[in-house]
């Protein structure tokens, strides 16, 4: 049977994107953000990981607003990667795992969650930005996309996501393959990009809410989304993505790993969990 | 489009975040289909080249004609353009990400980065 072994969570933004396509690690201003994903790494290969499934958005990179899928999971053998404005990166090609992928989806939907299925799929931030501070290239990972609508209102609540995570785990746990699974979600923390309070962070409240997330996320689940984003600017709206990592994890989680840093526009976050024993 | 607006100048910008809803989406769906065409790099090309042509061509109306040669990124949040596609167009005016969301501010990129170096310098070399 498969095995879930925790979950990350992470922002994912632009700077994540210039800071590696221009290679800046040996800058002082980088270097911390980038060791701050040293750990993940080092965690992914411990425990051998075979896939991860990110539960992420697109930046209408992919999907327009002729149709914007509230919830799309990819079941595609491999994925493109998405041109943000300067041509495809220059990353590995992220490959599917399509028996596991298309499990995962008739699980889901069965499982009430009515999803969007694409046969392909251009990756953009949303997955690739954190990535290759985590993975060696060529990935040493299968990928699975699961996209979350975030950006057009109303967009899925925090108890949505909490309960697509604690979906996503119980079809991993009962998929018959032997592979090791770890939920990654994306986004956040705070961050403010649309009006006048362009650039606005809250540091304060991003470690409150890792606090929080860590130990009673359950305090947080009937909060309407605009809490978020009132506490944290507008688009840590991203914010429910994290909670269908922590739906996949039990009540009691162990931290391994925590760090914030302070990006020009983002409160930069990454963090690994493992059941409590 | 929506009558609410008769030219750029109606498009109020009262000070803090926006929130994009369907009715955003649908007042900007063609400034924003404009934007999403600039995706292919075949497209970037035509419209540095000339973007009156490319608009033109692309059939926008008017009034968001005259949104795009007034380049004035907070009116076009208000009015419903996505950030995640404003800066497809602002890059073809040689803006980065910084530039045009300096300008919502009412600041040049220079003075937020200036301001915010030093903040974040001082933080990260304490966090972990």
């Known amino acids: 049977m498969a095995n879930f072994v925790g979950g990350i969570c992470t922002s994912h933004n632009g700077a994540l994107m210039h800071g590696w396509d221009y290679q800046l690690r040996e800058d002082p201003i980088w270097t911390p953000l980038f060791e701050s994903y040293d750990p993940v790494r080092q965690w992914i290969k411990d425990k051998k990981v075979d896939v991860l499934f990110f539960v992420f958005n697109d930046h209408v990179s992919n999907f327009f607003f002729d149709c914007y899928p509230t919830f799309a999971i990819g079941i595609a053998e491999q994925y493109e990667h998405a041109d943000e404005g300067s041509g495809p990166r220059d990353l590995a090609i992220p490959y599917g795992d399509v028996p596991f992928s298309r499990y995962m989806a008739d699980y889901l939907i069965r499982d009430e969650f009515d999803l969007a299925v694409c046969q392909e799929m251009k990756l953009d931030h949303g997955i690739m930005g954190p990535t290759p501070y985590m993975l060696d290239q060529p990935w040493p990972v299968k990928f699975v996309p699961f996209c979350v609508n975030v950006i057009q209102h109303p967009i899925p609540s925090v108890k949505r996501c909490w309960k697509l995570g604690k979906s996503i785990r119980k079809a991993i746990e009962a998929y018959p393959e032997d592979i090791n699974v770890a939920v990654v979600g994306t986004g956040g923390l705070s961050h403010e990009l649309q009006g006048t309070n362009f650039g606005r962070i809250e540091l304060d409240w991003d470690n409150e809410f890792m606090d929080k997330f860590e130990v009673e996320p359950e305090s947080m689940l009937d909060w309407d989304v605009k809490e978020f984003m009132d506490r944290g600017g507008s688009e840590s709206a991203e914010t429910v993505m994290w909670f269908a990592m922590r739906g996949a994890m039990n009540k009691k989680v162990r931290r391994i790993h925590r760090n914030l840093y302070r990006g020009m526009l983002t409160g930069m976050a990454v963090l690994v969990f493992e059941d409590a024993e | ?128």
């Open chain 2, 1 to 128: 489009m929506s009558d609410k607006w008769k030219k750029v100048e109606d498009i109020k910008t009262p000070p803090g975040p926006v929130t994009f809803t369907m009715e955003h989406s649908q007042n900007g769906y063609r400034m924003n289909a404009i934007c999403y065409s600039l995706k292919k790099e075949e497209n970037r090309v035509k419209f540095r080249e000339d973007y009156e042509k490319y608009m033109a061509e692309f059939g926008l109306s008017e009034f968001e004609k005259e949104l795009v040669r007034s380049r004035d990124w907070l009116k076009m949040i208000h009015y419903g353009v996505s950030p995640y596609l404003i800066g497809k167009m602002a890059q073809c005016f040689d803006l980065s990400f910084m530039d045009w969301g300096a300008f919502m501010r009412g600041e040049q990129a220079k003075e937020f980065m200036e301001r915010n170096i030093p903040l974040l310098k001082n933080y990260n070399k304490d966090s972990k």
